[in-house]
């Protein structure tokens, strides 16, 4: 209104004024609605996406999150009608999947660390090895954990070697932990060592000392069909001695963001008694999506968790669905030139730095629009469309796009 009242809106009529004003509106609303949470499609290929909220959840899991958006049962045992345990059925689903004695759930993978350095060595020293001060993106950062949990660090070792002499040697009286990390976003290669945990364990204990693996992305049984391997199997790790493990709930789990610790029932006993895991506990909707996604893991319903039925996906099959696509692209909308491309997708979230999954790619050249515009057009829809953008081309990769969801992604193309 005050632009047309100050004759700064351009317009040779009426009606033209009232058009430009309008979209101006429309933008000004586009702009503070993608300021607020909002549902997007995911067409970077990048599973585990961190800026889009890593694993997306499972259809049981989301169902399980608007079951217990009201009352729900979360510390009420309802065949006894008496206080219930926060979170017991999602630990015995987590125990019966590791073989470990006890579990416990908090916020994410740092707050588990956060919570057993601090208890079990917060007055003393942990051991660590020099390749292993992992840095995960969003500030998780080893020293720095260890630093406000009040554990002192003592590395020992290399970067890239690192035996188990270097850790006998470092063990002195005020020795609480060793502390093995897992290095999820990066790989030492080359002439490198580091003792196996099971040696690690041992040494741990013959020393009284409490041995913890940080396992990062954690997966619950062997992945290597999916192309995942070197990840930690958490139940190898348990059963090789570890007293405590932790791992993420949105990485290669595939379910919502939570730390995850299993391990020895009196040491579980010991950090579920401290304070600080009152104010690092999950919440009630965090809680019903994990145990909807450790359900379907017990089950073997692979298929089931979003995260992981994208990891299988042959490049054959991507590339048939993007020739599909592409041949729906060049109907709708004439001014998208369509190629499809060999390229590879990520894993993402700091998992399988290693692992490039091959894809096809569909690659668009629009006729008026350069790639920077046309990515800003595609994020500022509804549902935003996230794409990738290289040599000078946006790309989608069809892998995190659900089939579900390929008609509102033809939509947004339409609409450029
Ligand atoms: C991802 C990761 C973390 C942090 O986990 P969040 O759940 O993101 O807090 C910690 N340690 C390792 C080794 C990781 O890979």
């Known amino acids: 209104r005050q632009q047309l009242e100050s004759g700064t809106l351009t317009g040779n009529s009426k009606l033209e004024l009232l058009a430009e004003g309008i979209r101006l509106m429309q933008h000004a609303v586009n702009i503070e609605s993608a300021s607020s949470i909002q549902r997007v499609l995911n067409a970077t290929g990048v599973i585990l996406h961190t800026n889009l909220g890593r694993a997306p959840l499972s259809a049981a899991a989301r169902t399980a999150i608007t079951n217990a958006s009201g009352y729900c049962t979360l510390e009420y045992d309802a065949l006894t009608g008496e206080r219930g345990k926060r979170g017991g059925y999602a630990e015995e689903l987590l125990c019966q999947l590791t073989g470990a004695e006890a579990a416990l759930i908090v916020n994410n993978c740092a707050a588990a660390a956060l919570l057993i350095l601090r208890v079990f060595a917060g007055n003393g020293e942990t051991i660590v090895s020099r390749g292993e001060l992992v840095e995960i993106g969003g500030d998780f950062r080893v020293p720095e954990v260890m630093a406000n949990s009040g554990t002192t660090m003592v590395e020992v070792g290399t970067t890239n070697r690192t035996t188990l002499d270097d850790y006998a040697r470092a063990i002195g ?38 041995m913890y693996e940080d396992a990062g992305s954690g997966v619950l049984v062997d992945l290597s069909t999916y192309g995942i391997a070197g990840e930690p199997v958490i139940r190898n790790s348990i059963a090789a001695g570890v007293d405590l493990v932790s791992f993420s709930g949105d990485k290669l789990l595939g379910g919502p963001q939570a730390g995850l610790i299993v391990g020895r029932c009196e040491l579980v006993d010991r950090l579920r008694k401290n304070s600080l895991y009152r104010a690092l506990r999950a919440d009630k909707l965090c809680l019903a999506a994990i145990e909807a996604t450790l359900d379907a893991h017990r089950r073997n319903a692979f298929e089931e968790l979003p995260a992981l039925r994208m990891l299988a996906l042959e490049q054959e099959t991507l590339e048939s669905r993007a020739r599909d696509f592409a041949q729906q692209i060049g109907a709708i909308n004439p001014a998208l030139a369509c190629d499809i491309v060999a390229g590879t997708s990520a894993v993402g979230g700091g998992s399988g730095p290693t692992i490039h999954p091959k894809t096809g790619l569909i690659a668009l050249r629009h006729d008026n629009l350069h790639a920077d515009q046309v990515a800003e057009k595609l994020r500022l829809g509804s549902p935003a469309v996230i794409a990738r953008i290289a040599d000078g081309r946006v790309v989608i990769d069809l892998r995190t796009v659900d089939p579900e969801e390929e008609p509102e992604l033809l939509e947004a193309l339409k609409a450029l």
């Open 173 to 210: 009286e005020r020795t609480r932990l060793i502390m093995r990390v897992h290095p999820s976003n990066y790989r030492i290669v080359g002439f490198t060592t580091s003792p196996d945990i099971t040696g690690l364990a041992t040494l741990a204990h013959e020393s009284g000392l409490v």
